[in-house]
């Protein structure tokens, strides 16, 4: 979905040149970006009279997860690095957005920039 803050608020005619100054200008504070999911697990582990496991509380850890070249992986975040890493992830679906603002910019500025053949 194209977001409205980046799609309304454009002229009415501008130049591929133009969606490209745009895009870096708006692109430019959100790094570090990433993309992927960051969840809270709750584990058992390998002790026999664990008072964390027996009570049910069990072990917290972090993981990211997401696709890398086709495959799907899962990354120990440790927990003093949360903070940072969600930062990243809301970074990554704001870039992902203007990504998709930028698709729409764009071709709108190629078809307004087209001058069509005589036959």
Known sequence: MVSGIYTTMHPKSESPTDVQRWFQSHSATLWPAALGSLSLRRTRCIRKNCSACQSGKKHP????????????????????????????LKNGRALQELLYASAWRYVQALKQSHTPHSS
Request: net charge positive; charged share 20%; glycine share 8%.
């Open 61 to 88: 850890s972090w993981v990211l997860s997401g696709h890398l070249q086709g495959k799907r992986f899962s990354l120990y975040v440790p927990e003093s690095l949360v903070p940072e890493v969600q930062r990243c």
